[in-house]
């Protein structure tokens, strides 16, 4: 597994600093679907090549807007989102027409990089976060050396605009079977690096490391929310494809008002009910949510 500094590109870090008190979020995700051209064992959303896929609608994009401030950032991600390139570049332009001044930010395996390049070349407040284990071959088969090269060569004359994922890995979708079958002790090894790397770039300081692995990492990472194309919002990036209602925060037509204040009563419910749950059990909030939410109650 890389060291901190060997890593191929430095570690994503969010642009705009997550805050509760927010009148907006500062950030959410447009989630297209787990349609992928990989099939990743750690997948959490259980990407694949017959996954289903729902393109970006002025409906996505008008629901978007209602959420996060124009100064805000908008994460694309699936699946692999550079699969539809075409309609991806269209709602990022759309966006741009309709106001929004922020960050784009496209996660994606990095083996269509032609692609993704095309689309960092369209906007300058755009970046691309590449999934640790393809591009450093951890746990997957490596991002193509021609892929790489390409990804390398934009980097040098756009440095920033290409980073890494981290390399903890969560026990959600496809991810659970994979947790398993490597056992804690690498997740729990996979989780040190991240943490080193965070470290390193300032992100974490070792309070707050030496806090989460007394916890054995037994921590919710308290993402931000979804917007689905599918027409629904989602609580949840790592569960969007679980349909449990503790994670429904109504259709995309419902007024944004009322998504922010579902959202609110879900952060309240993870340091209320599920972490606690989660300890109680020994086990991290994840599998929580796999296996025994019918067991608690629902947010608010």
């Given at each position: ?9 430095p570690?994503?870090?969010?642009r705009?600093?997550?805050?509760r ?15 992928c051209?990989?099939?990743c064992?750690?997948c959490?959303?259980s ?34 989102p550079?699969i539809?390139p075409?309609?991806?570049l269209?709602?990022?332009r ?11 930010t ?13 689309l960092l070349?369209?906007?300058d407040?755009?970046?691309?976060v590449?999934n640790?284990?393809?591009l450093?071959?951890?746990?997957a088969?490596p991002?193509?050396p ?6 390398k060569?934009f ?5 920033g ?12 979708g ?15 090894e ?23 692995e007394?916890?054995?990492?037994r ?8 917007v689905g194309?599918?027409?629904r919002?989602?609580?949840c990036?790592?569960a ?15 007024p ?14 993870i ?11 020994q ?7 796999t296996h ?9």
């Amino acid at each position: 597994m890389p060291e901190p500094s060997q890593w191929l590109f430095p570690a994503h870090t969010d642009r705009v600093v997550y805050d509760r008190a927010m009148e907006k979020l500062s950030d959410l995700h447009i989630y297209t679907g787990s349609k992928c051209n990989r099939e990743c064992d750690f997948c959490i959303v259980s990407g694949r090549p017959d996954g289903w896929y729902h393109p970006i609608t002025e409906e996505t994009l008008t629901a978007a807007l209602g959420l996060v401030p124009l100064d805000g950032t908008i994460k694309f991600y699936g699946g692999e989102p550079t699969i539809a390139p075409d309609n991806l570049l269209w709602a990022m332009r759309r966006l741009r027409e309709r106001g929004f001044q922020g960050w784009f930010t496209i996660f994606s395996n990095g083996v269509l990089a032609d692609r993704i390049v095309k689309l960092l070349e369209a906007d300058d407040k755009t970046d691309v976060v590449l999934n640790y284990s393809i591009l450093h071959g951890e746990d997957a088969d490596p991002i193509p050396p021609d892929s790489l090269a390409r990804l390398k060569a934009f980097d040098a004359a756009h440095p920033g605009r290409i980073t890494s994922s981290h390399a903890g890995v969560f026990p959600f979708g496809r991810g659970v079977n994979f947790v398993a079958e490597v056992g804690q002790q690498h997740i729990t090894e996979r989780m040190n690096t991240s943490m080193a790397k965070k470290m390193e770039i300032g992100e974490l300081d070792q309070n707050r490391v030496a806090e989460a692995e007394a916890r054995n990492f037994r921590l919710c990472p308290r993402c931000r929310p979804v917007v689905g194309t599918e027409g629904r919002h989602h609580a949840c990036p790592f569960a969007v494809e679980s349909n449990m209602p503790h994670f429904d925060m109504g259709a995309t037509t419902d007024p944004a008002e009322e998504v922010l204040a579902r959202f609110q009563r879900f952060l309240d419910w993870i340091n209320d009910v599920l972490e606690p749950e989660a300890e109680r059990r020994q086990i991290h909030p994840c599998l929580v949510c796999t296996h025994h939410l019918e067991t608690l109650p629902l947010p608010g």
